[in-house]
C-alpha cells in the first residue's frame, strides 16, 4: 500500500484541566453547528450567555478527576492505540480531534512527513455509530482540512461499524468476565436531541415519524444513531446469550430541554434498585476508548446515584481501548480495506 496513510479520529480532550483550556475546547465543541444545531447568533447566546460563566469550572473540575499522568484519558489511549496497531499495519499513520489538538491540519502534516509520496488517505472515526454531533462533525472537519491542504489525495472514510460481527464478539467478550458479578447489563450509550435524529433521516419521514422506527427497514437506517445503538446492544446481548430481561438500554449526557432520546441513564440508576438490580454492570459501546463520559460521569457519578438508590455494586466495564483483540480485529479493517472489509469503507 505503497503512498498510502492511516488517520485515526476521535472528538477530543481539553489540553489541560486548567479552567482556560477547557473553556477553550468547550467553546470549540459548543460552538459546533452540529453539536448546538440552532442558527449562530442564537448558538452564541446560549454558549458564551448561559453555557460558558459556569460550566468550564465544573468541567475542569470532572476532568481533573479522571487525568492521568500521560494527560487526558482519551489522548492517552489513543497514543497507545496507534502504538499498538503499528504493530500490526505496516502504514504511517497517527491522529487527530475534531476539537482542541491534534488538529487535522497538524495531523496532515505529520503524515507528510512520515509519507512523502502520500497519495491515499484512509480517514477511521472511531465511532461505531453514526450521529451528526460525532462522526458526521469530525469526518467533515477532516475532508474540510484535506480539501483545502491537499486536495490531490484520494480519500477512503470508514463506515460506522455498530454491527460488524468481529467488533460485536470484541465487545462481548470484554463483557464476558463480569457477567458472574452483575445481575443485569445496561447500555448506556451518549444521548443525542430527537431532532437530530429526524436531520439525520434522509427519508424525512421515517425516523420518530413511523410506528417502530427502529425495527421498520428504510434507508434512514444507515445515519439513525438509534437504530444503530439498539441494533450493537441487540447483537451484543446474543452473543453472550442475554435473555431480554437481562440487559437494558439508556441514554447519558443530556444538554438543554429539548426532547432527547430516551430512557435516560441517571433515571435508570435510580429506578433499577427499586426492581430488584442490586449488582449492576454498566457498558458504554458508543466510546471505543474511555474519556470523561464513562470514567466520571458514569463510574463515578453514575455509581453514587445507583448506591444511594438502594444498588449494592455498580461494575463499570472498560471500553475495547488498545486491548490486544480489540487492535487486531481493527488491523484487519485497514490491512483488507480493498477485500475482505472493502464493504466498510467509503
Known amino acids: 500500500m505503497n503512498g498510502t496513510a492511516l488517520l485515526l479520529l476521535n472528538l477530543g480532550s481539553p489540553d489541560s484541566v486548567n479552567e482556560n483550556d477547557v473553556r477553550k475546547y468547550l467553546r470549540e465543541f459548543l460552538m459546533d453547528e452540529r453539536v448546538i444545531d440552532a442558527p449562530y447568533v442564537i448558538r452564541k447566546i446560549i454558549v458564551e450567555g448561559f453555557i460558558l460563566p459556569s460550566r468550564p469550572k ?46 487535522p491540519a497538524n495531523a496532515l502534516k505529520a503524515l507528510e512527513a512520515k509519507c512523502p509520496n502520500m497519495k491515499r488517505i484512509l480517514i477511521a472515526p472511531l465511532y461505531p455509530h453514526y450521529a451528526m454531533s460525532s462522526y458526521e462533525t469530525a469526518l467533515l472537519h477532516v475532508q474540510r482540512t484535506i480539501q483545502k491542504l491537499r486536495s490531490d489525495l484520494d480519500v477512503k472514510v470508514l463506515k460506522p461499524f455498530y454491527e460488524e460481527p468481529a467488533y460485536i464478539q470484541n465487545l462481548a467478550e470484554s463483557i464476558k468476565p463480569h457477567l458472574p458479578d452483575i445481575d443485569h447489563l445496561l447500555f448506556s450509550y451518549h444521548g443525542l436531541p430527537v431532532r437530530h435524529l429526524k436531520k439525520s433521516d434522509p427519508t424525512g419521514e421515517h425516523c420518530y415519524r413511523c410506528a417502530n422506527c427502529c425495527d421498520t427497514p428504510s434507508v434512514a437506517w444507515n445515519t439513525c444513531y438509534k437504530h444503530q445503538v439498539t441494533r450493537t446492544s441487540t447483537l451484543t446481548a446474543k452473543a453472550l446469550n442475554l435473555s431480554r430481561n437481562q440487559y437494558s438500554v439508556s441514554f447519558q449526557s443530556r444538554l438543554g430541554r429539548d426532547e432527547w432520546i430516551k430512557p435516560f441513564t441517571v433515571e435508570r440508576l435510580e429506578n433499577l434498585p427499586k426492581e430488584g438490580v442490586k449488582r449492576l454492570g454498566i457498558v458504554c459501546p458508543a466510546f471505543v476508548a474511555d474519556c470523561l463520559e464513562t470514567l466520571e460521569e458514569i463510574a463515578m457519578a453514575g455509581k453514587e446515584i445507583f448506591l444511594e438508590a438502594g444498588g449494592e455494586s455498580l461494575t463499570v466495564i472498560p471500553c475495547l481501548n488498545d486491548s490486544a483483540p480489540w487492535v487486531k480485529t481493527f488491523a484487519q479493517y485497514v490491512n483488507k480495506h480493498e477485500n475482505g472489509y472493502a464493504a466498510l469503507w467509503n
Open 58 to 103: 465544573r468541567s475542569a473540575e470532572a476532568y481533573e478527576k479522571v487525568w492521568t499522568k500521560a494527560g487526558s484519558p482519551l489522548i492517552a489511549i489513543s497514543n497507545r492505540f496507534q502504538h499498538a496497531l503499528e504493530e500490526e499495519v505496516d502504514l504511517p499513520m497517527t491522529f487527530a480531534m475534531r476539537y482542541a489538538n491534534p488538529t
